[in-house]
DNA sequence: CAGTGGTCTAGACCACCGC
DNA sequence: CGGTGGTCTAGACCACTGG
C-alpha cells in the first residue's frame, strides 16, 4: 500500500529509488499506471513527447522506458499510429502443439463445448497456482474442443471466483470458442502471458470416451497457467490430446 | 556474390543502401566481418568509440547496431568488460527436453558414447537440411547418451563433409561428452543457434535394446538443425528418448 | 587508475499514417 | 497536411571492471 502511494506521489516530480536507472523506474510507472486501468487495453497511450514532458524526462529516456514494457508484451508500438495497450492473447494459441488437420484446412479454430461446471474448493496445487488460500471457492469447467465435429482436445479449467463470478450463471452457450476474449468481455481480465509445461501420459477411461480414442491411448498433456496484465495468475488450464498429433518447434538460442 | 562483393567494397566509407537503416547497415557490415572470422568468438571488439570513429556513425547509433546482434545470440556485452564475439551453444542442452534425475542430481552432462560412424550419401531430406546437392557425402554417426551409466539418450547425427572431414578417421574416445565444442576445436565450426521439431513414436526393436526399454515403448523424437554464425545449417540431428522422462516448459507471447 | 559499456540529454530530421 | 514513432547526432556524466 505504502509503495502504491508513494509511487502515485512521486509519478508528478521525484527521483528514481537510488541505484535504479530512470527509464526502469519510469517503465514501473507506467506498468502501474496500465494494470490500474488508466488506459483500456486497445487504446493508444499520449505521444513520446507528453509523456517526455509530463514527467520531465527526455525522449530518449521515455523511449527505453517503452521499450522495456514493448519486450513485455504489455504496449506494442506503430509507426505513425502510437503507442497501444496490448489487447491480450487471442486463446486459439493450444494449436501451436498439435496438428489437427480436416481435408487440408489448417486455420480452423475448434469448436467449444462447455461439459460441466462447478464451483468446489481449491486443492493445494490450484490454490498454490492461483495465489489463493487452500479451499477457497474457484469454478471449475470441463470443455471439449473439436475441429469439424471430430473431438480433439479435452480441457479442465480453474478460475478464481469472487473475480469470475458472472460466469457461474451466463449461458456456455453464448460465449463463443475463445475463452480469453470471454474473460475480457464478461470479466475484465486481460491474459496477457502464459507459461505451459508439457508432459506424456496415457488416458483414462473416461478421458479416452469422450475424445473417441480407446482407454490406454497416449496423450500429451499441457498444463497452462496464465497471467493477467498485472503478473497474477488467474486462470489453471490442463489439456489433453492425442500424442500421434503432437508436433512442435522450438528456437534454441 | 555481388552483394558481398558491395559489401566489402562499401564498408570502407560508404552509404547504406537506399530505404535502409545506416544502424540496420553498420549491422550487417560487422555481421559479415564476425562470420568471416575477423574476430575469433570469445574475443572482444573493439571498444564502442573507436568503432563509432571507424564507421563515422554517432555513439548511439552504433549501439543500436550492436544491439541488434546481441539479439541475434552473435555478440555478448558486459559492462566495464567489452563487447565479445559469442563461444557458442554448450551442447548439452537436449536435456531441457527430459528429466533424468538420479539421486537427486540433476546438473551432469550424460555420458556420450558414438555407437558408429561412416560415410554415406545423402538421402533427399538430409541433404535438402543441410543445404547439399542429393547424393553428396556426408558423416553419419550413431550416438548414445548415458547419465550414471544408464542410457537415456539415442542420436542419429549427419555431418556435410567436406567441412567435418577430420572426424572421419578422429579417435571418438577422446572426443569428450560434448559435440558442439568439439565442432568448434576440431573444425572451427561455431554453432549459434538450433531449431528443434518434437514428436511422438514409438521405439523399434534396436532402439529399445539400446535404451534398455522394450520395443514399441513411447518415445518422444526432438529433430534438430543446427546453424552456424553465418545461419547455414551444419549439422542435423534426430535424438529419440523415453515419452515418460519428457517434459518441456514454454512461455507464451 | 584508465578503459569499458550504461545512462541521459536536447535537439534535428525522416518515414509513416490518416484525414 | 499535422501528428505519430523511427533514426541520428554530439556531447556529458555515471557504474563497472581490471590491473
Redesign the pocket.
Known amino acids: 500500500m505504502t509503495a502504491i502511494r508513494s509511487a502515485q506521489l512521486t509519478a508528478g516530480a521525484a527521483q528514481?529509488a537510488?541505484?535504479?536507472?530512470?527509464?526502469?523506474?519510469?517503465a514501473s510507472s507506467l506498468r502501474a499506471r496500465i494494470t490500474h486501468g488508466e488506459w483500456v487495453p486497445g487504446t493508444?497511450?499520449?505521444?513520446?513527447?507528453?509523456?517526455?514532458k509530463e514527467h520531465?524526462?527526455?525522449?530518449?529516456?521515455?523511449?527505453?522506458?517503452?521499450?522495456l514494457l514493448v519486450a513485455e508484451g504489455l504496449l506494442e508500438?506503430?509507426?505513425?499510429?502510437?503507442?497501444f495497450v496490448r489487447a491480450g492473447l487471442g486463446g486459439a494459441s493450444m494449436l501451436r502443439f498439435f496438428r489437427f488437420r480436416h481435408g487440408g484446412e489448417m486455420k480452423t479454430t475448434p469448436a467449444s463445448a462447455i461439459l460441466s461446471r462447478q464451483v468446489l474448493p481449491a486443492d493445494p496445487d490450484i490454490a498454490d497456482s492461483l495465489g489463493l488460500p487452500v479451499g477457497a471457492s474457484v469454478l471449475e469447467m470441463q470443455r471439449l474442443r473439436s475441429v469439424a465435429g471430430e473431438p480433439c482436445l479435452l480441457e479442465q479449467i480453474w478460475l478464481p471466483l469472487p473475480a469470475f463470478d458472472v460466469l457461474k450463471d451466463s449461458d456456455p452457450g453464448a460465449w463463443g470458442d475463445l475463452l480469453y476474449p470471454l474473460y475480457q468481455r464478461l470479466c475484465g481480465v486481460t491474459i496477457n502471458k502464459a507459461e505451459d509445461e508439457l508432459r506424456f501420459g496415457l488416458l483414462t477411461h473416461a478421458q479416452a470416451t469422450l475424445l473417441r480414442l480407446e482407454a490406454g491411448h497416449p496423450c500429451v498433456q499441457v498444463s497452462r497457467s496464465a497471467f493477467d496484465l498485472g503478473g497474477r495468475c488467474v486462470e489453471v488450464r490442463t489439456t489433453l490430446g492425442d500424442a500421434y498429433a503432437f508436433h512442435y518447434t522450438a528456437q534454441v538460442r
Chains 1, 2 share one sequence.
Open positions: 528514481p537510488p541505484g535504479q536507472s530512470r527509464y526502469g523506474w519510469l493508444a497511450l499520449p505521444a513520446e513527447a507528453a509523456l517526455a520531465g524526462v527526455a525522449l530518449g529516456t521515455l523511449r527505453q522506458a517503452l521499450a508500438r506503430r509507426h505513425g499510429r502510437g503507442t
